[in-house]
């Protein structure tokens, strides 16, 4: 990309930015802080939280959280994914199962889960799970569903090894699909953990914002929203940087 | 040797091939001439495997077959050199070299298909074909889309290969002269439902070099046959 571009890139990100903040202050300035907070008010939040070390230890736990039920979820999803691709009979048993877990909305998961396992936060990680493994198991199987049929025969023909063939044409026909689906799970998976922890628990960035909530300091939910906005931004630019970085130079 | 034995094949209600029978000898070149839509592609795919014939038998294509596929078959992510290295377990660096140079893709190694032209993917699948140790070369016009030069060079590369492999050579072609150049022998397809209806041998390369207008019968026999 040239210079040009990516200084004007960066330029409508300011602007995006500072169209924010001049909304918000306009607001502010005609609302209670009660109702909308001043930006230096959360401002200062943001400062607390970074600050201390019991903050920053919720937000720690909110990651671990969200990295458990992430993992399962892909874990799980990959697996359905591969076996509803590679079997009619598996796609017809479990197509319906996914559907339910697609359908069945996270505050009916979270409540069961509560049933299940208590207020101590395996709800928040059972709730990334439920939304985690359909978007992961779905795109998985339309990967596999959409593996180019004459490359599958170039490779028997040319007498592919299993491992060949699977590394060679079925995971790189896989790989642009599983990574949509990932990104799109990260994305919700901060909220679902953050919602999950907000119905279920009280430590955490949904605890945090519980407890901003019942001493009434929006300053505080607003903060640590950001809080999380800072995070899913930075776990995209590492993905993106890592492991997607890598594929899209091996594809 | 390759037996090609009372094929048939339709495509739901529509008889494409009917009663196919020929034989292509070890170590020979046979071109496969025929109107378009004749089924020459479906021929190549039943005796490679990739289809099952209605009817039929193909014996002698058991053991390794390389293909040159109409629509090239390379995998996009994948590089020039990788799209050919992988047909063999081992990197035969200099074979692979040398087939990259008389294709005429060097410098383009490291490129992947979609970087490439049609006539350079095509060069690449052809590259692809040579490498792999293979006892049949199934080719299905090859070299369509490659200008005349190209062409010329890559027929006489095709030559070469073959005069040190010695591979059973089966090509489909829409031109004569593709096939007057280096076949042993000339099939003649009909229109669909298509059956061989015309078997030609050639004179060998040498007759050929020395008394080139003596092919100009066999062109003018094998225009009037498709033009029926």
Redesign the interface.
């Known amino acids: 990309m040239k210079n040009k571009e990516i200084t004007q890139k960066y330029a409508y990100k300011v602007l995006s930015f500072l169209l924010i903040l001049t909304v918000w202050k306009v607001l502010s300035t005609r609302f209670s802080p009660l109702v909308v907070p001043t930006i230096s008010s959360v401002f200062e939040s943001l400062l607390e939280i970074f600050m201390s070390e019991e903050l920053l230890k919720m937000i720690f736990l909110t990651v671990i959280r969200l990295l458990i039920g992430l993992t399962i979820g892909v874990g799980i999803g990959l697996v359905t994914g591969i076996l509803m691709g590679s079997s009619k009979i598996f796609k017809e048993i479990l197509f319906p199962i996914i559907g339910l877990f697609q359908t069945i909305p996270p505050v009916s998961w979270v409540v069961l889960a509560l049933v299940w396992f208590g207020f101590n936060g395996r709800p928040a990680i059972f709730i990334v799970v439920t939304s985690t493994l359909p978007i992961i198991a779905i795109n998985v199987y339309e990967g596999i569903s959409s593996i180019d049929q004459r490359l599958v025969e170039m490779a028997k023909l040319y007498k592919y090894s299993k491992e060949k063939r699977f590394i060679h044409v079925v995971f790189p026909s896989i790989m642009p699909y599983f990574n949509s689906a990932f990104r799109i799970a990260l994305g919700s998976g901060w909220k679902i953990a953050v919602m999950g922890e907000v119905l279920t628990t009280s430590d955490g960035v949904g605890g945090m914002i519980k407890l901003a909530r019942l001493n009434v300091e929006p300053e505080n939910i607003i903060a640590w929203s950001i809080v999380i906005v800072i995070l899913f931004y930075i776990s995209d630019f590492l993905l993106g940087k890592t492991f997607f970085r890598k594929e899209s130079d091996q594809c | 040797m390759l037996i090609v034995k009372d094929i048939y094949q339709s495509f739901g209600e529509l008889p494409v091939l009917e009663n196919i029978n020929f034989m292509v000898e070890d170590d020979e070149i046979v071109a496969v001439i025929g109107p378009s839509g004749c089924g020459k592609s479906t021929l190549l795919n039943i005796i ?3 289809e099952k014939p209605d009817r039929g038998t193909v014996s002698g294509a058991e053991n ?4 040159v ?1 109409q ?1 090239d ?1 390379l ?4 590089t020039v050199w990788q799209n050919i290295s ?2 063999n377990d081992k990197d035969d660096v200099d074979v692979i070299k040398k087939l990259i140079y008389d294709v005429g893709l060097e410098g383009f190694e490291q490129y992947k298909p979609a970087q490439l032209s049609g006539g350079m993917k095509k060069r690449c699948c052809i590259a ?1 074909a040579f490498y ?1 140790k293979s006892e049949i070369l199934l080719m299905d016009e090859p070299f369509q889309g490659l200008d005349y030069f190209l062409r010329q060079k890559m027929l006489k590369m095709l030559l070469k290969v073959w005069n040190a492999n010695k591979q059973t050579v089966l090509f489909v072609t829409h031109e004569i002269d593709e096939a007057l150049m280096v076949a042993n022998r000339i099939l003649i397809l009909s229109n669909r439902p298509s059956s061989v209806i015309k078997e030609i041998k050639l004179p060998s390369y040498e007759e050929r070099n020395q008394k080139p207008c003596g092919l100009n019968g066999i062109r003018r026999e094998i225009l009037s046959i498709i033009s029926k």
């Not at chain 2, 390794?64 to 293909?67: D, H, Q, S």
């Not at chain 2, 995998?75 to 994948?78: A, D, F, N």
């Open positions: 490679s495997g990739i390794e077959i390389a293909f596929f629509d078959r995998l996009p992510w994948r992988i047909v692809r792999y």
